[in-house]
């Protein structure tokens, strides 16, 4: 069972993503948010859920779908938005654009565009915390697409070898951009090719706050005690297309709409209505107060100045290090 206060917290997260989410939408409809844009509407709980577990200093990758991920390990609403727009005043200085946000001052590591290229990262972090000893863990977060790459059993099988203290988070969303699960993936469940690296796996439902919750409290404690990695996967679902203009061929509209009636943001607010711990005015003051903070973000963006082209070599090349003879 979630403790009540974090109930509260991971409710004002989900509300805050998807509040962002959908102003990054209007704003692209409308032309002021270039490049591509991938929503993660109707999969909020995974990232505000196993965040919430963590602290600045536990690290974590994600897929190019990763606002959500910037925002519930700690992130501002305005320089998110600010990086999605190639503003001066994103977290990347305008240069990573919404598939790139890194936030190193609260362990997150960067989305990364690249299909599986966010897991080894985080086993590199996961190694760097245990050869630290400080008893801090990596989580690297990717879609189902991912697990098919090699880079996803490469890091597998690392982790398991060095006993790293790091969590894989495979976010099954059915499809891999258009293709549908069943007809790229030889298993039903991605969490059954744990067996082969000698680690747990469990599939969970990604859309039920307290099964994550559980899943990730169990790994968590295992890789902090020394015992190594663990792999879940969250059976989830993208409201929208792979990116925003999908025409969306691909998909049943009778799947799409009994997916969101599992609405993971609705299946918190009753749970917590029904113990007492939430109140539908209490609900409505979050929702509004997460949509203002979205509208603040996208206002503050608009304003915000373009990067200067004569800094287009800054944070390029690392500082020279003396040689060491």
């Known amino acids: 069972m979630i403790p009540e206060k974090q109930q509260r917290h991971i409710l004002e997260t989900m509300l805050r993503i998807r509040a962002f989410e959908h102003k990054a939408l209007q704003l692209f409809e409308q032309n002021k948010l270039r490049g591509s844009c991938h929503l993660c509407v109707g999969q909020e709980a995974i990232a505000a859920v196993i965040c919430e577990l963590l602290d600045d200093e536990d690290y974590i990758t994600c897929s190019h779908r990763g606002h959500g991920y910037c925002i519930a390990k700690g992130g501002e609403l305005k320089p998110a938005m600010a990086e999605l727009m190639g503003k001066e005043t ?161 998909r049943d509209k009778a799947v799409t709409k009994e997916w969101k009636e599992k609405c993971p943001i609705n299946r918190l607010k009753m749970q917590m209505i029904k113990t007492g711990n939430l109140s539908d005015k209490e609900f409505s003051e979050m929702e509004k107060a997460a949509k203002q903070e979205a509208d603040d973000a996208a206002e503050f963006s608009l304003n915000s100045p373009e990067p200067d082209p004569a800094t287009v070599m800054d944070d390029v090349f690392a500082d020279r290090v003396p040689a060491i003879i």
């Not at 086993?123 to 697990?147: I, Q, R």
């Not at 969970?204 to 890789?223: I, S, T, W």
Request: glycine share 16%; net charge neutral; with cysteine.
């Open 90 to 250: 994103g977290y990347c200085k305008g240069r990573g654009g919404s598939m790139h946000i890194v936030n190193m001052a609260k362990g997150h590591l960067g989305a990364n565009a690249i299909v599986g290229g966010g897991i080894p990262i985080a086993v590199g972090g996961a190694l760097a915390c245990k050869l630290k000893n400080n008893g801090h863990v990596a989580v690297a977060f990717f879609g189902d697409g991912a697990s098919n790459q090699g880079t996803f059993h490469e890091s597998l099988n690392l982790a398991g070898v060095w006993k790293l203290p790091v969590v894989f988070v495979c976010e099954n969303n059915g499809f891999g951009i258009s293709v549908p699960f069943c007809q790229s993936t030889s298993v039903k469940d991605v969490s059954v090719r744990a067996s082969g690296y000698d680690m747990p796996g469990v599939t969970v439902d990604g859309n039920d706050p307290e099964a994550v919750y559980a899943a990730a409290a169990q790994a968590l404690e295992r890789a902090k005690a020394g015992l190594g990695p663990t792999l879940i996967e969250c059976k989830t679902y993208r409201w929208y297309g792979h990116w925003i203009g999908d025409p969306e061929i691909t």
